[in-house]
Each structure stands twice: as C-alpha cells, then as structure tokens.
Nanobody, 123 residues
Framework: QVQLVESGGGLAQAGGSLRLSCATS????????MGWFRQAPGKERELVAA????????HYVDSVKGRFTISRDNAKNTMYLQMNSLKPEDTAVYLC????????????????WGQGTQVTVSS
C-alpha cells in the first residue's frame, strides 16, 4: 500500500511560480513510476508530467514544456513539480499518482492517487 499526499498548491499570479510536493509512505516508492495530473472544472484529467522510477526519464505535456520540471528524491520518498511562468490556464487541481506502467495516461493505469492540491493562477 502506498499513500500519497500533495502539498504546495495555492494562489499565484501569472508569471509566478509554485512548487508542488508529493510525499509518499511506505518503502516501495522507488519501485513506482510517478505522474502529476491536473483536472480543471469541466475538463478531463490530463497527465502533465511523469518521471520514471529511476528518475532518469521524464515526460511533459506540450503545454508545460520549458515551464514545469518534475523531479523525485527516492531517499525522501517524495516527488516534486516546479512550476514556473504560470498561466491562468494552469489553474486546476493537481494530483500525484503512482504506477508500475511507464507513461500511462489513463486513470486505470495508476495504482495509487493523492487527494489533490488546488493551484489557482490569476491574470
């Protein structure tokens, strides 16, 4: 069993930055590929960024490339999402998820989910 808890969300102005964290319990964090998803009202949940269990491969959706950076610290059982140059369209609930599948984009491909943290970007 893996429990995921997100933190670091909040209100930011356009052009600003936020850093999200996803703290996990258990000793098996290093066995999982991790992803950050986001879901805005009325929109489908989308994979924003993913990082392989080893940390040596990452993936970003085109809309955040060059602005967001995903990373993980297996010693601390924690994953991060550094979000820079934020835009109003980044406003959403951000959720972290763990999967044995690499680059899964669908909910059912992820075994564990956090409860989400709200990110709101004002113009």
């Amino acid at each position: 069993q893996v429990q995921l808890v997100e933190s670091g969300g909040g209100l930011a102005q356009a052009g600003g930055s936020l850093r999200l964290s996803c703290a996990t319990s258990g000793r098996t964090f290093r066995n999982y590929n991790m992803g950050w998803f986001r879901q805005a009202p009325g929109k489908e949940r989308e994979l924003v960024a993913a990082i392989k269990w080893s940390g040596d491969s990452t993936h970003y959706v085109d809309s955040v490339k060059g602005r967001f950076t995903i990373s993980r610290d297996n010693a601390k059982n924690t994953m991060y999402l550094q979000m820079n140059s934020l835009k109003p369209e980044d406003t959403a609930v951000y959720l972290c998820a763990a999967s044995v599948v690499w680059l899964g984009t669908r909910r059912y491909e992820y075994d564990y989910w956090g409860q989400g943290t709200q990110v709101t970007v004002s113009s």
